[in-house]
């Protein structure tokens, strides 16, 4: 339970995009909370990506734009160079997270505790999640599994979202699905995704304009950054 509510909004966004930009306004006009998954060692780069048919920018935000731009969410691992980390040792795991935590922990101001693994498929396993827990101090880390549901999880280092923000339908569907179920059992409703994947065209910047509008300002629902959710912390000043 958070704060007396047995219902909880959480969104996470990977990469540390340009994009998260107008995605911050958003989020912070309907006074949503998100946590931005980021790779410390890319910070700055200007690449393109095909993503939906298109090419898109995904240009990553400057190294001195990260703390103001988050200010209020959350800063979280995404590894230092978005490697697929399964198929690594585990040094090189060890290296990758801890290295990009403790690099985003300096750059923000407060210890960063929370991760997303990245690169899509299966991008992470129990051995991987068993070298994270012993070897760094990451106290979560988010999948791209969605569920479709928001019973909370035992395996906060192995969690699973509940849907993927380029599904609008379904996450409307899924939202009202939320909001209607009558429990005293604590429900989380948690979406990722990328901020770029709105210039991909898989939405508009007017239909997530929109979702946020209609999951925000519900005196029932607590909204809060991934570790708020998941392990009851704030981080951030």
């Not at 280092?157 to 923000?165: A, D, G, I, M, Q």
Request: hydrophobic share 35%.
């Amino acid at each position: 339970m958070w704060e007396g509510k047995n219902k909880a909004v959480t969104f996470s966004f990977d990469d540390g995009v340009r994009q998260d930009k107008q995605l911050v306004k958003i989020l912070n006009k309907y006074g949503l909370k998100s946590t931005f998954n980021l790779n410390s060692s890319l910070l700055g780069l200007e690449p393109k990506l095909e993503c939906n048919g298109r090419i898109v920018d995904h240009s990553k935000v400057q190294f001195s734009e990260v703390k103001d731009l988050y200010k209020g969410h959350e800063v979280a691992v995404h590894t230092l160079t978005h490697e697929f980390l399964p198929r690594m040792c585990e040094e090189a795991i060890v290296y990758q997270v801890e290295r990009d935590r403790l690099t985003l922990s300096d750059l923000v101001g407060y210890e960063v505790v929370g991760m997303a693994y990245p690169n899509g498929g299966q991008n992470n396993d129990d051995r991987v999640a068993e070298i994270i827990k012993r070897r760094t101090g990451v106290k979560y880390s988010r999948t791209i599994t969605a569920t479709g549901e928001f019973v909370p999880q035992d395996n906060l280092l192995r969690f699973n979202p509940t849907v993927h923000f380029v599904n609008l339908n379904e996450m409307k569907t899924l939202w009202k699905k939320f909001i209607s179920e009558e429990t005293a059992e604590d429900r989380i409703f948690y979406v990722w995704g990328h901020s770029y994947e709105i210039d991909a065209g898989h939405l508009s910047w007017e239909e997530f304009d929109e979702f946020c509008k209609m999951v925000s300002g519900r005196k029932d629902v607590f909204y809060g950054t991934n570790s708020e959710v998941l392990i009851n912390q704030k981080l951030y000043k």
